[in-house]
């Protein structure tokens, strides 16, 4: 409960735009699951937590953190899609194309339909447009 609450109260920081709050309730969040102070919290929930902290760092353009939060949350679910997705955008940023070309190629295969994929497919041009160069 303290970990939801914790989460949604990071998440209105984040729609407010107070990004450097969201991150700290975001951790905080975190901290209540690896410090183990809750149980039975499922997996999905703390790498969505951990997926969530990283788009803050992004918005805050502070590449090495979001792409910290966006591996641990895909060790923790390695189908979390907008963490992929998110790592792709921070690896691009930090110059590690390769990283950023697996990643988004595989974003890509989770979303096939073009209605849902333009962000990935726009990131995908710009990385193979910096590996040809």
Same mark, same amino acid.
């Given at each position: 409960?303290?970990?939801? *609450? #914790? &989460?949604?109260?990071?998440?209105?920081?984040?729609?407010?735009?107070?990004?450097?709050?969201?991150?700290?309730?975001?951790? &905080?969040?975190?901290?209540?699951?690896?410090?183990?102070?809750?149980?039975?919290? /499922?997996?999905?929930?703390?790498?969505?937590?951990? !997926?969530?902290?990283?788009?803050?760092?992004? +918005? =805050?353009? @502070?590449? @090495?953190? #979001?792409?910290?939060?966006?591996? #641990?949350?895909?060790? =923790?679910? !390695?189908? $979390?899609? &907008?963490?992929?997705? +998110?790592?792709?955008?921070?690896?691009?940023?930090?110059?590690?194309?390769?990283?950023? #070309? +697996?990643?988004?190629?595989?974003?890509?295969?989770?979303? /096939?339909? /073009?209605? !849902? $994929? +333009?962000?990935?497919?726009?990131? *995908?041009? @710009?990385?193979?447009?910096?590996?040809?160069?």
């Amino acid at each position: 409960q303290g970990v939801e *609450q #914790a &989460k949604n109260q990071a998440n209105a920081l984040f729609s407010q735009g107070s990004l450097e709050e969201s991150i700290r309730w975001f951790s &905080k969040a975190i901290w209540l699951l690896e410090a183990r102070r809750v149980a039975d919290a /499922p997996r999905e929930l703390h790498s969505t937590l951990h !997926s969530n902290r990283a788009f803050a760092h992004i +918005r =805050l353009e @502070r590449w @090495r953190e #979001a792409m910290e939060d966006c591996s #641990a949350a895909l060790a =923790l679910n !390695s189908g $979390n899609t &907008k963490a992929r997705y +998110r790592r792709a955008l921070a690896a691009h940023e930090l110059g590690d194309s390769d990283l950023a #070309a +697996r990643d988004v190629a595989l974003v890509l295969q989770e979303l /096939p339909d /073009p209605a !849902s $994929n +333009r962000e990935a497919r726009e990131l *995908q041009g @710009r990385i193979l447009k910096r590996l040809r160069q």
